[in-house]
């Protein structure tokens, strides 16, 4: 006899009919109807269990970067939706678009401080300021599902259904009711073409070929349009820098590539803000105002499919709203070639310095003084190794400065991170994400240790079940070892002048390496320089996931590219003659100090 239809049912068929091939998530009592549907739809789509929740919203999060759809997570009502927030919220800063489909307790106890009973709309109501409903009846079930969908999809936003339990095991209705207070829907979201008019565009044109020192800010909205944005560069002369999220889509091996510009970024990309006349900004919301242009230094252009986005860094001159492929599809004949190279030629010796200091320290003087390693040398010596087909992510702190300045992107491998809300421990969970949806391609993640201690290790868990199914078992986990939050520590120096706090800072020493093989994984473990390529050669030959534990020193600075960099020396420095046994970070600050005053 046929299993009964349920409402749960229906919206697992809401999921498939959207091309969901995964839930994430985490079981519980509120969610028990959808885990049984899930069961009964034998896998299609699967169900990925995470260990926390918020590990599970971090890798919808994931799924939709590395993947290009929506990402889907679940979980039971109370904690376990609470939990969600911290990856919810990292998809709304950072543009992506998520489902979460929520459990709830049964409508017959709403409002009777019930056991896990939260009102969820409030607490979803800013994260999902796009759309969150409750499914409060049957015929509610698909335009709920589908509207979260469409909004998601639309507004490239998170937004949330929330399922009450006895909704959920209800028999769904076998033909959608055709009757007043029933709305009909369907599974349907198409991309529009979004382009500027005419005028606009020739207004655009004039503003850019009527520079002299154009510069390109590249973010991830130009991710479809690479080919474009280097036919615009080269015609204007211009050189290009890219916010974090936009590095994976442009590439830096061009001459004219000055790398990630801001706080984390090159010497060549601030050079680079700092002399320009002109800006065109592609795709990019970045947030490091201080590293823009001087206000009144250029004139500016700004393409953006969030009309919302325009003039919100930058004081532009034309905004156009469009999608940047078609924009620059649209541009490009307008624009002039630039007769007079002479831009071009100080914008390609600014990268070829870069490109010294880079390498100065990560393993030249500056970088042997480190001790007993450079972080800076471990992940410089990923470029030439990094597979063609691999897939990188990066978890949040000081490996997201060596990320920037030291990793060189094959084209066509994507990187990904929690950039605006920054959150650490993603690293884990974007990686594994990554993975499931590539299995036949390797995986590296960037990590620190105190995001490792937050919640990498607990997905190394997940790593170690789900490992053996990988068409390609290569995920190599490089974890920082230091012992510090070094990134908030070189923060307290520099925005408040205070010394490090060693009790909010030190971390315990975790045996990661051995961790790793604790699981049955590889295990590698780096004190030395010359143990460094060996290790990533060891890794990425594996025949199973390998932790990387590189043990590195905590004092190699976090110094902001010049000019910016040099007004926050003094405050480094009154933080420094605070503290007790500071002698070799104020050396290591000296040294990258005057490396960038001979630029």
């Given at each position: 006899?046929?299993?009964?239809?349920?409402?749960?049912?229906?919206?697992?068929?809401?999921?498939?009919a959207?091309?969901?091939?995964?839930?994430?998530?985490?079981?519980?009592?509120g969610?028990?109807?959808?885990?049984?549907?899930?069961?009964?739809a034998?896998?299609?789509?699967?169900?990925?269990?995470?260990?926390?929740?918020?590990?599970?919203?971090?890798?919808?999060?994931?799924?939709?970067?590395?993947?290009?759809?929506?990402?889907?997570?679940?979980?039971?009502?109370g904690?376990?939706?609470?939990?969600?927030?911290?990856?919810?919220?990292?998809?709304?800063?950072?543009?992506?678009?998520?489902?979460?489909?929520?459990?709830?307790?049964?409508?017959?106890?709403?409002?009777?401080?019930?056991?896990?009973?939260?009102?969820?709309?409030?607490?979803?109501?800013?994260?999902?300021?796009?759309?969150?409903?409750?499914?409060?009846?049957?015929?509610?079930?698909?335009?709920?599902?589908?509207?979260?969908?469409?909004?998601?999809?639309?507004?490239?936003?998170?937004?949330?259904?929330?399922?009450?339990?006895?909704?959920?095991?209800?028999?769904?209705?076998?033909?959608?009711?055709?009757?007043?207070?029933?709305?009909?829907t369907?599974?349907?979201?198409?991309?529009?073409?979004v382009?500027?008019?005419?005028?606009d565009?020739?207004?655009?044109?004039?503003?850019?070929?009527a520079?002299e020192?154009?510069?390109?800010?590249?973010?991830?909205?130009?991710?479809?349009?690479?080919?474009?944005?280097?036919?615009?560069?080269?015609?204007?002369?211009?050189?290009?820098?890219?916010?974090?999220?936009?590095?994976?889509?442009?590439?830096?091996?061009?001459?004219?590539?000055?790398?990630?510009?801001?706080?984390?970024?090159?010497?060549?990309?601030?050079?680079?803000?700092?002399?320009?006349?002109?800006?065109?900004?592609?795709?990019?919301?970045?947030?490091?105002?201080?590293?823009?242009?001087?206000?009144?230094?250029?004139?500016?252009?700004?393409?953006?499919?969030?009309?919302?986005?325009?003039?919100?860094?930058?004081?532009?001159?034309?905004?156009?709203?469009?999608?940047?492929?078609?924009?620059?599809?649209?541009?490009?004949p307008?624009?002039?070639e630039?007769?007079?190279?002479?831009?071009?030629?100080?914008?390609?010796?600014?990268?070829?310095?870069?490109?010294?200091?880079?390498?100065?320290?990560?393993?030249?003087?500056?970088?042997?003084?480190?001790?007993?390693?450079?972080?800076?040398?471990?992940?410089?010596?990923?470029?030439?190794?990094?597979?063609?087909?691999?897939?990188?992510?990066?978890?949040?702190?000081?490996?997201?400065?060596?990320?920037?300045?030291?990793?060189?992107?094959?084209?066509?491998?994507?990187a990904?991170?929690?950039?605006?809300?920054?959150?650490?421990?993603?690293?884990?969970?974007?990686?594994?994400?990554?993975?499931?949806?590539?299995?036949?391609?390797?995986?590296?993640a960037?990590v620190?240790?105190?995001?490792?201690?937050?919640?990498?290790?607990?997905?190394?868990?997940?790593?170690?079940?789900?490992w053996?199914?990988?068409?390609?078992?290569?995920?190599?986990?490089?974890?920082?070892?230091?012992?510090?939050?070094?990134?908030?520590?070189?923060?307290?120096?520099?925005?408040e002048?205070?010394?490090?706090?060693?009790?909010?800072?030190?971390?315990?020493?975790?045996?990661?390496?051995?961790?790793?093989?604790?699981?049955?994984?590889?295990?590698?473990?780096?004190?030395?320089?010359?143990?460094?390529?060996?290790?990533?050669?060891?890794?990425?030959?594996?025949?199973?996931?390998?932790?990387?534990?590189?043990?590195?020193?905590?004092?190699?600075?976090?110094?902001?590219?010049?000019?910016?960099?040099e007004?926050?020396?003094?405050?480094?420095?009154?933080?420094?003659?605070?503290?007790?046994?500071?002698?070799?970070?104020r050396?290591?600050?000296?040294?990258?100090?005057?490396?960038?005053?001979?630029?």
């Amino acid at each position: 006899m046929a299993e009964e239809r349920l409402v749960a049912d229906l919206v697992v068929e809401r999921l498939r009919a959207w091309g969901v091939p995964r839930v994430f998530g985490y079981s519980g009592d509120g969610i028990n109807g959808l885990m049984g549907a899930l069961r009964r739809a034998g896998g299609d789509p699967a169900f990925v269990q995470a260990r926390h929740e918020e590990n599970a919203a971090l890798m919808a999060v994931g799924h939709a970067k590395y993947a290009g759809g929506v990402g889907v997570v679940t979980s039971t009502q109370g904690p376990g939706a609470v939990h969600l927030l911290n990856g919810l919220y990292d998809a709304k800063l950072d543009h992506q678009p998520v489902v979460a489909i929520v459990g709830q307790q049964q409508t017959t106890v709403l409002g009777s401080e019930y056991q896990q009973e939260i009102d969820l709309t409030s607490l979803f109501k800013d994260v999902a300021a796009q759309y969150v409903a409750t499914v409060l009846d049957p015929e509610q079930a698909a335009m709920v599902v589908d509207r979260a969908f469409r909004t998601a999809l639309a507004t490239r936003s998170p937004c949330v259904v929330v399922l009450p339990h006895d909704v959920q095991v209800q028999p769904a209705p076998a033909v959608p009711s055709h009757e007043h207070g029933v709305v009909p829907t369907a599974p349907q979201w198409r991309a529009p073409r979004v382009l500027p008019t005419d005028d606009d565009l020739v207004e655009a044109a004039a503003v850019l070929n009527a520079g002299e020192r154009v510069a390109l800010l590249v973010g991830q909205g130009a991710k479809d349009a690479g080919d474009l944005v280097r036919a615009v560069a080269e015609r204007l002369g211009a050189g290009v820098t890219t916010s974090l999220l936009g590095k994976p889509w442009w590439d830096e091996t061009l001459p004219t590539s000055c790398g990630v510009m801001g706080h984390l970024g090159t010497t060549a990309s601030a050079w680079l803000m700092d002399h320009c006349d002109t800006l065109l900004m592609v795709g990019t919301n970045d947030p490091w105002t201080e590293f823009y242009p001087a206000p009144g230094q250029a004139r500016a252009v700004q393409v953006d499919i969030d009309g919302r986005h325009l003039g919100n860094r930058y004081a532009v001159e034309v905004g156009l709203v469009g999608d940047a492929a078609e924009t620059l599809t649209a541009l490009l004949p307008l624009l002039e070639e630039k007769a007079d190279q002479t831009w071009r030629t100080d914008v390609t010796e600014q990268v070829e310095r870069w490109h010294r200091i880079a390498e100065e320290r990560a393993s030249g003087d500056i970088g042997a003084a480190a001790r007993p390693l450079s972080p800076e040398r471990v992940v410089r010596a990923l470029t030439p190794r990094l597979p063609a087909d691999a897939q990188v992510s990066v978890d949040v702190g000081s490996v997201v400065y060596w990320y920037a300045r030291h990793l060189t992107l094959p084209p066509g491998v994507p990187a990904h991170l929690s950039s605006t809300l920054a959150s650490m421990g993603s690293g884990l969970p974007y990686g594994l994400a990554a993975k499931l949806q590539a299995p036949d391609r390797p995986v590296v993640a960037l990590v620190g240790d105190g995001a490792m201690q937050m919640n990498g290790l607990n997905e190394l868990v997940t790593v170690a079940s789900r490992w053996r199914d990988w068409a390609d078992p290569r995920f190599v986990v490089l974890v920082l070892n230091n012992q510090d939050l070094a990134e908030v520590t070189w923060e307290q120096r520099e925005t408040e002048g205070d010394p490090r706090y060693d009790v909010s800072q030190s971390l315990p020493d975790v045996p990661y390496a051995a961790y790793a093989e604790l699981l049955g994984l590889g295990g590698i473990r780096v004190e030395r320089p010359e143990e460094v390529d060996d290790a990533w050669d060891r890794a990425l030959a594996a025949d199973r996931p390998v932790v990387i534990e590189a043990v590195v020193d905590p004092d190699v600075p976090l110094l902001p590219p010049f000019p910016a960099g040099e007004a926050m020396l003094d405050s480094f420095a009154r933080a420094l003659d605070q503290e007790d046994d500071a002698e070799h970070a104020r050396a290591l600050l000296d040294l990258e100090a005057e490396q960038e005053r001979r630029r």
